[in-house]
């Protein structure tokens, strides 16, 4: 079985490749079979679909759950617990449901394609699978799969009708029924496409496609390498098993464990990576970001954003582009222990300022934890705002790649520790972060009032890619002034080529309008500040001071033109001088007690012991089924030959006693166990032999046997202890080459200048502290100077070059290796150059090296391009050839690594030629208004009218503040705020206060200049002239009006009540009412019309399922109209100019918009900390907000938030319904609105121009329809 055919074709690939052309991806006979032929069951030639419920014949096992079925989705992965069928471009692994991801992306096999899935109990594939696991996973080498579920991509399109470019890859999960694998199998050349076009385009792009694993429940998911990354491709020419494109991992019985890959016959992930990264651009350049140029220096290249763009050079963001960042915090806060709590982040770059929400903070930390508003303080310095010249910010030094500690010293003497890993964009485009806090804060009683000072803090580069930052602060607890400090050091990946990256400079950040607080209602804590960073400007005190401390030491400036020397991690000292701490020996290492501490210069590492696995500070025993049942401490498990299966017996040297495995045991009259002055006799009671101590000592025997009384040695560690015979007891003399009583040795002084016997990997240098010579270990070995062993690579990383990997060398430690195609000792590797027979590439030629004649290198012919290994075509691109359509855009294409033609927003075509999509508005700018735009709203142009104009795009008129402006109300009270943005103060004022009311719901009436309200403690609906005046009730006898909308065409009211689970509409006067929905309804909250159309819209808050739905006015034809990705869906508006539905979601914090037709669902802000209601004015979108003083508001396209709208003196209290009143009511028409549509009672629009007339709940449907006779006759 070991030598199955296909194990033998995967080793036999692997040699054949060594010294040919490098192969990318699998060949389709080493497949696992597949296709009809086969008798796979096939999916449905569609977009968005997936198998129905698999039934298994042997259960498969992910993570620790077993599962009897499984479903095939579409867009490349398998589901288990659930389907998966729609593609979400929004979401990133983990994505919180059980996955297991080959190639997720918006796979459509319309146009090419199909999937192929069955389960297979076939011997020879069997056995195949077998031996490339027990191949590759030493800890199951006997493993033996039952069965296989195999699922096929074959030749797969993308998003939408795509058939020009496709994919072949397969999933096959082997299993027994308690272990189970997994192969990801990419074909040779079998990966053409990495995202699809995307729903919806032009609005928002798909990622690239994601591949990994997601355990559904949050903690434990692992991604494959380039996962969500435009070189997501590489999957077909990497590998974890050194075959390309194949990849292996255990899925099942991990025992509380992450995915584990394979541990042999592993090889180098990248050996097969065509591109081999060199030292110059000519090879490396792939590394810099699209948005970056590559240089090359004298030791290698760099990376360098292009300008407007900013970043370390592989990754560049455009200049005010909103960032945001999602994250996990951990900890033990005041004893308090916390687990994953949401972190989200919003950053407005433009102006630095940068916000931070925490969620699900127990109550009893809640306001201790606002004085921690360094949390959020790193997000500040990573965009703060450069100000002058050589100013960086933090991601101009990390890219958003770092790790950073920060310590807190309160002057109470309590002490806090902050970690946070910073691991770069996902596949969203969103930094992500994890933080974990430990330590002890100043009690802080809830409901008292925190604040921070505005403050500095400089931030010094010490040495390559470390800065270090310290700062005196002040918090204020009831304008109580309390002082704390800040210690942070900040460890990121830096370029060390480029020698003016080499700088010392200081960079002082400035920090102001901080913003603490806790809602203990949401459990929430909320950081907003604005950030500033500029050069350190005069003397750097460190500039000079650095050569006071020590090496091992940093300079950080204090102010004032001081600075102060301290000791890096793991290190104890004045600054000045500095040693190493032994972490060992401590009592506050962290490792496991089934674990053992090593002591490394700065650190410490914990290792697990034999038989345990982790990451040394949790260490688990490595339990591992043998067939049905565990092996026993000193027990193995073996193969019965004869029983066919495996079993689990005594490892060597131990023999079986019950149930367990007890060492051999041996008397001493068969062995001589016995100790020094002890002899071996028979005991007559114990009916056996054993060791017992001559006259005059003591001991068990066979240990030991001493005399009475005598103490162990405490000697010097260069010291051994001996018997004195002379002196009847033990002593301590010290060893050879040192000096003094045993106690206390110290080294013999040694002639100046000589060394003795110094190992031959030593040096013999000046000891400066003890002014002797002395033989000193060369750098990368490690010893007392007389003997020195080379230092583990496993242990120090940072010993090998960059063309090196660190291997086992066989005896236990392990070396660096220079990778194929480089030669050198490991810590230094340099190319071979290449080898006239068959290194180049077909199209290449290998030539003699002008700067080094004994070499040779690759350059490939005229015509072509590359790295002289691989050499493709050259196409002249846009950049260098004009073109391109005039509607087209020449851009860099990162897949072609080349720029291409691309078709403008709004325009179909290959980029040569492109055509308009919808309204010929934007060939033919003449059918806007002056004072309109002509804007692309998801995939069509209209004409809409500019900022403080109102009108359909084609007509505009300027808009009077005087009676246009938004109407809101706040507790008891309503209000009023003008809402244009020019230039002039801003217009607020109290309208109307009512102390017995809670008004949440409003909204207004064009025609009658009226504005009507809900009141929730009284249940009914109210109204007034806009001036405030003639306040009466219009509708009674409601329990909770929660939401209210005017038809002004039809003169109806249409009213949500959250009490009665009831949607009902009134006249007018509130005397003709009818229930339209009473059936499954939970929390109705927020209700929009659009009377041209004849539909309305509502939410439906319940937590247990929130959704968003729409019927025809009249109440039939309900149907669902968004109802994934919602958490508190609350306040509805809609745009009857470009048909946008727009809500707030206060449970995910955001605005979002979507088409009336269901067509291109966007996020127009995630910075939308508690939504209520919402309202369109213009194109402008205003909100209120349970948490902000003041009206936010945002263009309808997203971006940066404008600045808030102030609130008007006169209230006080959470803010609740807006609306926005206009002196012109909108330019619509329907059925109704002459002569109530013919209608005797209520006249209720449906699309298409129709109506019905209904009847009211207090007249019955004869009566009624008596009526309608008899007004016909």
């Keep these: 079985m070991m030598n199955s055919w296909i194990s033998s074709k995967f080793f036999v690939l692997l040699a054949l490749c060594i010294n040919c052309e490098f192969v990318s991806g699998v060949p389709k006979r080493l497949f696992f079979p597949y296709g009809e032929d086969r008798g796979d069951s096939v999916l449905p030639t569609a977009d968005d679909i997936s198998s129905n419920e698999y039934q298994l014949q042997k259960d498969i096992v992910f993570y620790d759950d077993t599962y009897s079925s499984i479903f095939v989705n579409l867009n490349g992965h398998l589901s288990l617990g659930t389907d998966l069928p729609i593609y979400q471009p929004d979401l990133a692994l983990p994505i919180n449901f059980k996955v297991i991801a080959a190639f997720l992306a918006d796979i459509d096999t319309r146009g090419a394609g199909a999937v192929y899935y069955r389960e297979t109990q076939e011997r020879a594939i069997v056995e195949r699978a077998a031996a490339d696991i027990q191949n590759h ?92 990354t435009f070189d997501v491709a590489k999957l077909a020419k990497e590998s974890n098993i050194n075959v390309p494109g194949v990849w292996i991992y255990q899925i099942g019985n991990l025992r509380g464990g992450n995915i584990v890959g394979p541990d042999m016959n592993t090889g180098e992930v990248v050996i097969f990576e065509p591109e081999v990264i060199g030292s110059t651009c000519l090879d490396g350049a792939e590394t810099c970001s699209s948005n970056a140029q590559c240089i090359d220096f004298e030791g290698g290249y760099c990376c360098e954003c292009l300008p407007p763009y900013y970043g370390n050079g592989q990754q560049c963001l455009e200049p005010g582009s909103p960032q945001r960042l999602n994250g996990k915090i951990t900890g033990v806060l005041n004893g308090v222990t916390f687990n994953d709590l949401d972190m989200h982040a919003f950053v407005v770059t433009k102006d630095g300022r940068a916000y931070t929400a925490i969620s699900r903070v127990p109550s009893e930390i809640g306001p201790q934890m606002l004085t921690l508003n360094t949390i959020g303080g790193i997000i500040g310095w990573l965009f703060a705002l450069p100000s002058g010249l050589g100013a960086k910010n933090g991601y101009m030094f990390t890219g958003g790649h770092f790790n950073r500690t920060a310590r807190i010293q309160y002057q109470s003497g309590a002490f806090v520790l902050i970690n946070q890993q910073f691991f770069g964009h996902d596949a969203l485009n969103n930094l992500r972060l994890e933080t974990r806090i430990d330590g002890t804060v100043p009690d802080i009683g809830n409901g008292e009032k925190i604040t921070v000072d505005d403050y500095k803090e400089e931030y010094r580069r010490v040495s390559t890619g470390y800065i270090r930052s310290h700062s005196d602060r002040i918090y204020r607890v009831n304008n109580v002034a309390f002082k704390y400090t800040w210690d942070q050091t900040i460890h990121y990946t830096e370029c060390r080529h480029d020698p003016g990256r080499n700088v010392t400079d200081t960079m002082r950040l400035s920090v102001s309008r901080n913003f603490v607080v806790y809602d203990d209602n949401d459990r929430v804590v909320r950081f907003a500040m604005s950030n500033k960073i500029g050069v350190l400007t005069g003397a750097d005190p460190c500039r000079e001071g650095v050569q006071n401390c020590d090496v091992n030491a940093d300079c950080i400036p204090t102010g004032e033109g001081s600075y102060r020397c301290e000791c890096r991690n793991g290190f104890e000292g004045d600054g000045r001088v500095c040693f190493d701490i032994d972490e060992c020996s401590g009592s506050i290492i962290t490792c496991d007690v089934n674990a053992r501490c090593y002591n490394v210069p700065g650190s410490f590492q914990c290792q697990c012991l034999p038989d345990f696995k982790g990451d040394g500070r949790i260490c688990i025993r490595d339990v591992q089924l043998c067939g049905n049942e565990v092996c026993v401490e000193n027990a193995r498990c073996v193969y019965d030959q004869e029983i066919q299966q495996p079993k689990c017996e005594c490892k060597p040297g131990f023999v079986q006693q019950q149930s367990a495995c007890v060492p051999v045991s041996f008397s001493c009259n068969e062995v001589e166990i016995c100790a020094k002055n002890a002899e071996c006799v028979y005991d007559r009671l114990e009916q056996r032999y054993r060791c017992e101590c001559l006259e005059g000592y003591s001991g068990d025997g066979e240990d030991s046997c001493t005399k009475p009384g005598l103490e162990e040695c405490n000697c010097d560690p260069n010291a051994d202890c001996f018997y004195d015979t002379q002196r009847f007891g033990y002593r301590c003399q010290c060893k050879e080459g040192y000096t003094g009583d045993g106690t206390s040795c110290t080294l013999i002084a040694v002639l100046p200048s000589i060394c003795d016997d110094c190992h031959p990997n030593a040096q013999c240098v000046f000891n400066q502290t003890s002014q002797q010579y002395q033989c000193r270990c060369a750098e990368g070995f490690q010893g007392n100077g007389y003997r020195c062993e080379q230092v583990d690579c496993i242990v120090q990383t940072q010993l090998c070059d960059v063309n090196a990997r660190c291997l086992p060398d066989g005896t236990g430690t392990h070396r660096c290796v220079c990778k194929e195609g480089y030669r050198g000792d490991g810590r230094r590797c340099e190319q071979e150059g290449c080898n006239v027979v068959n290194d180049c590439d077909i199209n290449a030629q290998c030539i003699p090296d002008p700067l080094d004649t004994s070499r040779y290198f690759c350059r490939c012919n005229q015509g072509y391009e590359g790295n002289g290994k691989v050499c493709i075509r050259r196409v002249v691109p846009c950049n260098e050839v004009d073109n391109c359509s005039e509607f087209a855009e020449c851009v860099y294409d990162p897949n072609a690594l080349s720029y291409r033609c691309r078709c403008r927003r709004g325009y179909d075509g290959n980029g040569f030629t492109c055509t308009a999509r919808g309204d010929n508005c934007r060939e033919n700018p003449g059918l806007c208004d002056p004072n309109a735009s002509c804007l692309l709203n998801v995939d069509t142009f209209l004409c809409v009218c500019n900022e403080n104009y109102r009108g359909d795009g084609k007509s505009c008129a300027p808009i009077s503040d005087e009676t246009n402006f938004l109407f809101f109300s706040r507790g008891y009270s309503l209000h009023r705020v003008t809402a244009s943005n020019r230039e002039e103060e801003v217009h607020t004022s109290r309208l109307l206060y009512v102390p017995d009311e809670l008004i949440v719901a409003v909204d207004s009436d064009c025609v009658d200049h009226k504005y009507y309200w809900s009141d929730v403690f009284k249940g009914r609906v109210s109204r007034a002239n806009l001036d405030g005046s003639d306040k009466e009730v219009v509708v009674q006898d409601l329990q909770s009006p929660e939401g209210i909308a005017i038809d002004w065409l039809s003169r109806n009211i249409y009213i949500t009540d959250s009490g009665l689970d009831i949607i009902e509409v009134t006249n007018m006067n ?50 669902l109209f968004v109802n994934t990705d919602l958490s508190l869906p609350n306040g509805l508006t809609i745009d009857y100019t470009t048909q946008q539905i727009c809500w707030g979601d206060a449970g995910v914090k955001k605005i979002e918009c979507i088409r009336s037709d269901g067509v291109g669902r966007r996020v127009v802000t995630e910075n939308a900390p508690y939504p209520f209601d919402i309202t369109f004015f213009g194109n402008t979108l205003y909100w209120s907000d349970w948490t902000i003083l003041g009206i936010p508001n945002i263009n309808r396209d997203g971006g940066n938030r404008n600045e808030d709208l102030p609130l008007p003196v006169g209230g006080n209290g959470r803010l609740y319904g807006i609306t926005s009143v206009r002196e012109y009511c ?21 699309p298409n121009g129709g109506r019905t007339c209904a009847c009211p709940d207090n007249i019955a449907p004869e009566r009624c329809n008596e009526i309608a006779k008899v007004k016909r006759k």
Excluded at 158 to 168: I, L
Excluded at 1104 to 1113: H, R
Excluded at 1230 to 1240: S, V
């Design 1226 to 1246: 909108p330019r619509l028409s329907n059925y109704c609105m002459r002569n109530n549509g013919g209608c005797r009672f209520l006249c209720l629009p449906t």
């Design 137 to 228: 996973f030493s800890k199951f080498p006997t493993f033996e799969p039952t069965s296989l579920f195999i699922a096929t991509w074959d030749n797969v399109g993308y998003y939408n009708f795509s058939s020009e470019k496709t994919n072949t890859f397969q999933i096959v999960i082997a299993t027994d029924g308690q272990d189970s694998f997994v192969f990801f199998n990419y074909l040779t050349d079998g990966i053409n496409w990495v995202a699809g076009e995307g729903k919806l385009r032009g609005v928002a792009a798909d990622p690239p496609a994601q591949a990994g694993f997601d355990s559904g429940e949050g903690r434990l998911h692992m991604k494959l390498p380039h996962s969500g």
């Design 1070 to 1119: 509130g005397s003709i009412r009818k229930t339209l929905i009473n059936t499954s309804l939970k929390d109705p909250r927020a209700i929009v019309i659009d009377p041209q159309r004849g539909e309305m819209y509502w939410t439906d808050w319940f937590r247990g399922g929130p959704t968003i739905e729409k019927a025809y006015m009249d109440g039939t034809n309900r149907k």
